[in-house]
């Protein structure tokens, strides 16, 4: 089927300027908002979310409690003006369901919930703006939230979204490419090498399929990079201003004060 855009300029160039295998900028910031253990703001070329995580606490729903693990509680909101469309979505918008229910069961095997029977860990997933990728994004940074908050994680989850432009494989699609060319997205635990997602929504010619999988999986370790460049960094702020102030209380503290080493993932 003839794409409906120019996918590829005479130059070989995307409509955003980069090449065919080539991410987008991703933007980090693991600032504390609200009251929430961990949060992050994320942003991939023009798509940008907000991922905040509250506990472990009690489970406020005794219907909820599980006896052996945290049951895990994710919910998305888009806000009316992050897409062309100024269209208010409710909570209970079929799409944001399955948006909610993807994210829950990618990270159920990657979250340590043995660590906390008869807890919850919520994850509030608020998309601010979007154009493409938007499912990877908000995977990334929940993996980053959950980090940051202290969760512990068997591995990191990275995402990417890959597409085929007649015989052209394509990495991180914008809104335009996924409207217009077959697309998947793949998260990876680059640790353990294992794929914990492959979501399709539309027919991807099984000819391509491995081609792409694996630039796929190769985008997903670079991204990995980036996440951890950021946590190290943010690490590191903290350690500085707790050597701060325990220099300015003349040492009293310092005893106490630590902070948890990430894993080597």
């Known amino acids: 089927m003839a794409s409906r855009i120019e996918i590829f300029n005479d130059g070989g160039f995307r409509s955003d300027g980069r090449r065919q295998y080539e991410l987008r900028d991703i933007s980090i910031d693991l600032s504390n908002h609200g009251s929430a253990d961990g949060s992050v703001t994320i942003r991939q070329g023009l798509t940008h979310v907000l991922v ?47 948006l ?17 029977p008869r807890s919850q860990i919520d994850v509030f997933v608020q998309v601010i703006q979007q154009d493409g990728g938007l499912l990877q994004t908000c995977i990334n940074g929940t993996t980053l ?3 940051h908050a202290g969760i512990p994680l068997f591995d990191f989850v990275c995402a990417v979204t890959g597409g085929v432009h007649s015989s052209s494989p394509m990495l991180d699609l914008t809104t335009l490419e996924e409207n217009d060319i077959p697309n998947f997205t793949v998260a990876i635990m680059p640790k353990s090498n294992r794929v914990t997602l492959v979501a399709m929504e539309t027919r991807l010619h ?7 999988f694996l630039l796929a999986v190769d985008a997903g370790n670079i991204i990995h990079k980036e996440m951890k460049i950021a946590l190290q960094a943010r690490t590191n702020d903290l350690a500085t201003t707790l050597r701060q102030g325990s220099k300015a209380m003349g040492g009293f503290g310092e005893r106490g004060a630590g902070i948890e080493h990430m894993d080597e993932t």
């Not at 003006?81 to 269209?87: D, K, Q, T």
């Not at 099984?206 to 792409?212: A, G, P, T």
């Open 100 to 116: 909610a229910a993807t994210i829950r069961s990618t990270f159920e095997p990657v979250i340590q919930t043995h660590l906390y």
């Open 145 to 147: 939230a959950l980090a």
């Open 52 to 98: 905040s995580v509250f506990g472990p606490h009690e489970a406020r729903v005794r219907s909820q409690t599980l006896h052996d693990r945290a049951n895990l509680n994710v919910e998305v909101n888009v806000s009316a003006f992050s897409a062309g469309e100024r269209r208010k979505r409710s909570r209970a918008d079929k799409r944001l369901l399955e």
């Open 206 to 212: 099984i000819d391509r399929f491995e081609e792409l």
